[in-house]
């Protein structure tokens, strides 16, 4: 407590920390193994417990293109490539472009960060090579070493390790000054404070107390910087085209490279106990370069690589369509009137289900859905949604006490009509592989965005995803739809949960936790999805049988299916026979595998969702170079 005591005043007679939201960094994360607390994160000391933020990334060779980058960083590939002005998710980026990449950021306890993992490739790797060179900084070996259970010296290819990246929410001081967003920024040679407010069109007044700087201080490459921002950032434009505004926050990275910060480095460490730090860093070096000697295994490149690779040859083929461009268009308020005419007095010609009505409106075909009662919910929450794989809504109309939703018109109907409703069940119309695994991965695109990144707005969770919520447009492009039953994420407890007495759902798709103690997570989308992917397999219906013979949830099948032996029979047997075999059976497998994690009775062994929108996009492109 001493010494932390005497850490504070150190610390509050450098930089005028009265006035900081953040401390910075200031180099004390390179020597691993002090104890001064904000070397392991960001402290939670805004109102919100989680938040969206942004960090910057400059593109090295393995991780050259949004796919690989949003691998890396477990962030969302589509909107990578829409922040940075990239056509495609698979598009190499040139090598050392700083790239903006949105993410979660919540408050795990003390600090808030946003965790990724990375599986050990190499002996040459550690905690600290992998906080700076690795991760570029984003995190520090201080946070590594606090999350992992792996002693530092006992670390080996192949282990996976979670990476806390640096990350924070907005204070009270920066919301009532309107900023919205924290972006970490990674500085590079030759930045100047006053150069990155330009980058990023913000005061560097505010980006001096939000890291606790004063106007003379100096700052670090690889040593993040938390940049305040009041919108959304947009692509970085290389710093030649900014202009340097004068003034007198100028604050100038040390550009006599690393002899500067050599002697900043031990200038800290004086302070900080000299001695501990020398022994310290001097046994690291030794344990680094013994390990260093030994002879090399080959590199392992991470499974998305090989993926990224695939496309190239056919650009385009497995783009993400992703995020709508523009703005999402205000709702229209329908004339009952013109709601009558569209469909012909809602006759029974124009009914296609229920109460889901085909009409013609200004020339286009929209679908019209009678409701009872109040749907704001599901109007609110589509109205701020704007992504090709969700349904859009149009506009609405109020009347006598019934809601009249406008959607757009999906042709093909549902998925469900298509898997196990005979309507569709001759051999030639029916879904083969490739457009089951298309279906698969534009549902898991959807269902990402609104998870993790329905930006401006707090995440989503569905609640109701299941076959006949999935609807299919003329060209077979799947459209998430009914989100009578979604929810924000924005009123879950820290944990990311929240707890319900009125559990409503479909049966065979409700997730173990939340039937039984009305646990309410992501998780429960990842759930009903892994259902869908089992449908889309087996062609079977989530849950069947009878009284007699007992049940059989599609859920519990795919266990027997999976385990024991003969497993490669047990799957055949497993696969829906509309098929006729005719798919690659270890994609079909690598999927069953998929939806089976996806369907654990544990939600905590479930992938989320960027983990599995990144596997389908990998099965979907070795599924486009499959050659029946
Ligand atoms: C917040 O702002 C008020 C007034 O602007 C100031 O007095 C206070 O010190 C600030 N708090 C922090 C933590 O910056
Ligand atoms: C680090 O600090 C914490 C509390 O401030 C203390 O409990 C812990 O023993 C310290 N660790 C070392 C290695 O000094
Ligand atoms: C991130 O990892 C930490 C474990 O170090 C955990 O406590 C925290 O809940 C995780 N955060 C999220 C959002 O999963
Ligand atoms: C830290 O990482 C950067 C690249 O991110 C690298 O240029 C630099 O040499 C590294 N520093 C050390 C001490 O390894
Ligand atoms: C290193 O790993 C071995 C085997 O996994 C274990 O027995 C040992 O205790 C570990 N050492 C440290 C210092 O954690």
């Excluded at 050259?64 to 002005?85: C, E, G, T, W």
């Excluded at 201080?217 to 690889?222: A, L, M, R, T």
């Excluded at 085909?358 to 409701?371: F, L």
Aim: net charge neutral; aromatic share 10%; hydrophobic share 35%.
């Amino acid at each position: 407590m001493e010494f932390f005591s005497f850490l504070l005043f150190f610390f509050l007679s450098i930089f005028h920390l009265s006035q900081a939201q953040q401390t910075y960094l200031d180099n004390q994360q390179l020597d691993c193994y002090n104890n001064v607390s904000f070397t392991k994160g960001y402290i939670c000391n805004g109102p919100k417990k989680s938040c969206n933020s942004y960090l910057t990334f400059r593109s090295t060779p393995l991780y050259d293109s949004p796919i690989s980058i949003a691998y890396f960083l477990s962030s969302n590939p589509s909107i990578i490539a829409q922040i940075n002005d990239i056509p495609d998710v698979y598009i190499k980026i040139p090598e050392n472009t700083q790239i903006i990449v949105p993410v979660t950021c919540s408050c795990s306890g003390k600090f808030y960060q946003h965790n990724t993992s990375y599986t050990l490739k190499d002996d040459s790797e550690n905690y600290y090579t992998l906080a700076n060179n690795t991760y570029q900084g984003l995190s520090t070996c201080q946070a590594l070493i606090d999350q992992n259970k792996y002693d530092s010296r006992n670390l080996s290819v192949d282990l996976k390790l979670l990476v806390p990246l640096r990350c924070a929410c907005p204070t009270r001081n920066q919301t009532n000054s309107g900023v919205k967003f924290l972006l970490t920024y990674l500085p590079v040679w030759e930045d100047t404070v006053s150069q990155i407010g330009v980058m990023f069109g913000v005061d560097a007044g505010s980006i001096n107390e939000a890291n606790g700087l004063s106007y003379d201080s100096v700052i670090y490459p690889f040593t993040p910087l938390l940049v305040p921002l009041k919108r959304e950032p947009t692509k970085i434009r290389p710093s030649t085209d900014a202009p340097v505004s004068p003034g007198p926050t100028t604050t100038i990275v040390r550009v006599e490279k690393t002899k500067s910060s050599n002697k900043r480095v031990i200038f800290i460490a004086a302070g900080t106990g000299a001695g501990l730090l020398l022994l310290a860093l001097s046994g690291f070096l030794v344990w680094f370069l013994c390990l260093r000697s030994q002879p090399c295994k080959p590199v392992l490149l991470p499974e998305v690589n090989k993926r990224v690779a695939v496309p190239e040859e056919n650009p385009g083929s497995v783009s993400s369509q992703g995020v709508r461009n523009g703005n999402i268009e205000s709702l229209t308020l329908y004339k009952f009137e013109e709601l009558q005419k569209a469909t012909g007095f809602f006759s029974e010609a124009h009914r296609i289900k229920g109460s889901v009505y085909r009409g013609a409106i200004n020339g286009d075909t929209a679908a019209i859905k009678r409701m009872r009662g109040d749907v704001s919910n599901e109007i609110n929450i589509l109205k701020q949604i704007n992504h090709s794989h969700v349904i859009r809504l149009s506009g609405f109309c109020v009347h006598e006490g019934n809601t009249y939703l406008v959607y757009e018109f999906a042709e093909n109907g549902s998925l469900r009509e298509w898997l196990h409703e005979k309507k569709y069940s001759s051999t030639s119309s029916c879904l083969g592989w490739r457009k089951r695994i298309q279906i698969a991965y534009e549902v898991a695109d959807g269902l990402n965005y609104l998870h993790s990144h329905a930006y401006t707005n707090p995440p989503f969770i569905h609640k109701d995803l299941k076959s006949s919520n999935i609807l299919l447009d003329g060209n077979f492009r799947a459209k998430i739809a009914n989100f009578g039953l979604a929810r924000t994420v924005e009123n879950l407890d820290e944990g990311g949960l929240q707890m319900t007495k009125h559990v409503v759902g479909t049966h065979g798709y409700m997730a173990p936790e939340y039937l039984e103690n009305g646990v309410v997570t992501q998780k429960l989308d990842v759930f009903t999805f892994g259902v869908v992917m089992l449908e889309l397999l087996s062609g079977r219906e989530a849950a069947s049988g009878d009284e007699k013979r007992g049940e059989m949830l599609l859920s519990a099948s795919i266990e027997q299916a999976l385990e024991g032996e003969n497993v490669r029979e047990k799957l055949i047997g497993f696969f829906d026979p509309s098929l006729r075999h005719d798919y690659p059976l270890d994609l079909a497998f690598s999927m069953a595998q998929l939806a089976k994690n996806c369907v654990a009775h544990d939600l905590n062994s479930r992938p989320t969702m960027p983990e599995v929108f990144l596997y389908l996009s990998k099965i979907l492109s070795s599924s486009l170079d499959w050659d029946p």
